[in-house]
């Protein structure tokens, strides 16, 4: 028995990571010597619903499918969407049918980290918003959430181990914990040994809420740390009060003491809506469970075409599909064989040609995508 309770990534890559039924489905068509060719597409909603949602996940996805005989087209990460198809296979049923699990898992999760993320980022372009979430879910998922929280257009990340797996450097400064190891009255010691203990590189941002007044912390911070490159007012929530307030005035006294270039960042349930109230006195904000916790976007995985004629449950559409965003900002749903709308551009590209990937995915492109393609369409306008 494993340690941890965790899936080994071998385990995905076999199929094992799946439903059981899907097992059931491979023996069934297995006995009765039957592998149809099928076109299957992974959908939120059928129709545009002019609710806009950021793709991530595809990486894991194509990963997840490569080397079995099949073609795959999926949006880029980062793309919008808000109805139809994100992602088309086809190829021999049984050859891919257990893998559906792991693929929806892979789409529906990392799309609503992103979204979050995005949504966030939007809430203040100009400011810094780095994510702060993956203590809120399982260790074994924190990379994911960093991915996709760069892919929403997020400026960084938090998790050591999530960034060593996407090859990205974690940032962040001092906790709590490390103010009250000095003790009561002691946070200058804390602030000090920061300063003198870290690499050069590491911004120097003091965390002011611990004991005393933020304003008054923050101003013994400026005082300190000669070089301090900014504040974290981390209030908890049962002694916030006014935020906002809160934050003004730790700027407004700390600017009546020369101490203009000290950044103030705001973290500790931060969400789009706070962000917009307090975005003209925060320079920052560190947004934890939004992100991390966002509900998994609602995939499914249906066959849409059997031997090349249409076919769909009841409720969904049959036949190959074709997204396309239009130059209004519209994202239109038709099928792949009828001529698309005027000047629209189609989102469904290849992915896998015969298992093989033939695709990149390049993060800081996607989280350029996601912010571009919000711009586009009106996300986070509000």
């Known amino acids: 028995m494993s340690s941890f309770d965790i899936v080994p990534p071998e385990a995905i890559a076999e199929g094992r990571a799946t439903d059981a039924y899907f097992d059931r489905t491979v023996e069934a068509l297995d006995h009765a010597d039957r592998n149809p060719h099928v076109v299957a597409e992974v959908t939120a909603d059928q129709f545009p619903t002019g609710e806009f949602e950021a793709l991530a996940g595809v990486k894991d996805a194509a990963h997840l499918l490569a080397g079995l005989p099949l073609d795959a087209y999926a949006l880029r990460e980062g793309q919008l969407f808000d109805g139809g198809p994100v992602c088309r296979i086809e190829g021999p049923y049984r050859d891919f049918a257990v893998y559906e699990t792991a693929l929806l ?17 939007r809430a203040a372009p100009d400011a810094q ?22 892919i929403g257009g997020m400026d960084g990340i938090s998790n050591v181990a999530g960034g060593d797996v996407i090859d990205r450097e974690a940032g962040g400064t001092m906790p709590h914990a490390l103010v009250i190891a000095f003790g009561k009255g002691n946070q200058a ?23 005393s007044d933020e304003t008054d912390e923050a101003i013994r911070a400026a005082e300190t740390i000669p070089e301090l490159d900014g504040v974290r007012i981390d209030t908890t929530g049962s002694r916030r009060g006014n935020f906002r307030h809160i934050l003004r005035e730790v700027r407004w006294e700390l600017d009546a003491r020369g101490h203009e270039d000290v950044a103030v960042f705001a973290s500790g349930g931060i969400t789009p809506e706070t962000i917009r109230e307090l975005r003209d006195v925060a320079d920052g904000f560190g947004v934890g469970s939004y992100v991390s916790n966002a509900d998994p976007v609602d995939f499914a995985l249906d066959i849409v075409e059997v031997e090349g004629e249409p076919a769909a449950k009841r409720g969904k559409l049959s036949g190959t599909k074709q997204v396309y965003r239009t130059p209004d900002g519209g994202h239109h749903v038709g099928l792949a064989d009828r001529e698309g709308p005027d000047d629209g551009e189609p989102l469904l590209e290849p992915l896998l040609e015969d ?6 995915f390049e993060i800081e492109a996607a989280g350029q995508r996601a912010l571009e393609d919000a711009e586009r369409v009106g996300l986070g306008a509000e």
Do not use: N, Q
């Open 189 to 211: 010691d804390a602030w000090r040994a920061f300063d003198e203990a870290v690499a050069p590189e590491v911004p120097r941002i003091a965390l002011c809420d611990t004991y």
């Open 105 to 121: 898992g892979f789409l529906s999760h990392a799309s609503a980290a992103a979204t979050s993320a995005l949504r966030a980022k």
């Open 129 to 150: 918003v780095l994510s702060f979430g993956t203590r809120h879910v399982h260790p074994a998922i924190g990379a994911m959430v960093e991915r996709s929280a760069l």
């Open 355 to 360: 298992g093989e990937i033939v695709r990149e």
